[in-house]
T-cell receptor, first 118, second 111 residues
Framework: KAGVTQTPRYLIKTRGQQVTLSCSPI?????VSWYQQTPGQGLQFLFE???????NKGNFPGRFSGRQFSNSRSEMNVSTLELGDSALYLC?????????????????FGPGTRLTVT | QKEVEQNSGPLSVPEGAIASLNCTYS??????FFWYRQYSGKSPELIMF????GDKEDGRFTAQLNKASQYVSLLIRDSQPSDSATYLC???????????FGQGTRLTINP
């Protein structure tokens, strides 16, 4: 079974621009979570989607947004980029939310998108 | 107090020895606990999860959970240089559809 895929793998943007990152979950997984990882803050939760609905949101400004499509693929968008947005953006998929799954909360990460803002 | 705390290390262990990694959490309602390994420049990889008090063994890895004391640990037996990585502890609280991660412990296995 194919793993979580993320595109693009690397991005360089300038301040003020916006960026869209894409994530395709493992087949059959309908929950997609997004995280930001920086050396200083570690892994910070951005938001989680299930069946096209955002179920949970972390403490990030409104410049960070996301969505999920009917095929469970997800995108996140960051508008008006700031230097501090430079980070590794990770998405993870899981079986969470699916009935009858005994241990649904294990999350499997994609390779990440390395975003550099200059 | 951080929700999930880990000693950042670095933790240095000789090859063949047991590496012991610890994690404490603040939310008593937490119900699911995960250990991830992250090599430099790579994404986190799930290695263990535990839901019930006690020990859970998988190969050279043993996860230990003590809900009364609010800690979870990971033991790596017969440590190998390939085990050198950052180990992340993650906790899921009851009712929350998210994992909260600790800062990670950097482990180095010395040949």
């Amino acid at each position: 079974k194919a793993g979580v895929t993320q595109t693009p793998r690397y991005l360089i943007k300038t301040r003020g621009q916006q960026v869209t990152l894409s994530c395709s979950p493992i087949s059959g997984h309908r929950s997609v979570s997004w995280y930001q990882q920086t050396p200083g803050q570690g892994l910070q939760f951005l938001f989680e989607y299930f069946s096209e609905t955002q179920r949970n949101k972390g403490n990030f400004p409104g410049r960070f947004s996301g969505r999920q499509f009917s095929n469970s693929r997800s995108e996140m968008n960051v508008s008006t980029l700031e230097l501090g947005d430079s980070a590794l953006y990770l998405c993870a998929s899981s079986l969470a939310g699916l009935a009858g799954v005994p241990n649904p909360y294990e999350q499997y990460f994609g390779p990440g998108t390395r975003l550099t803002v200059t | 107090q951080k929700e999930v705390e880990q000693n950042s290390g670095p933790l240095s262990v000789p090859e063949g020895a047991i590496a012991s990694l610890n994690c404490t959490y603040s939310d008593r309602g937490s119900q699911s606990f995960f250990w991830y390994r992250q090599y430099s420049g790579k994404s986190p990889e799930l290695i263990m999860f535990i839901y019930s008090n006690g020990d859970k063994e998988d190969g050279r890895f043993t996860a230990q959970l003590n809900k009364a004391s609010q800690y979870v640990s990971l033991l790596i037996r017969d440590s190998q240089p390939s085990d050198s990585a950052t180990y992340l502890c993650a906790v899921k609280s009851q009712g929350a559809q998210k994992l909260v991660f600790g800062q990670g412990t950097r482990l180095t296995i010395n040949p």
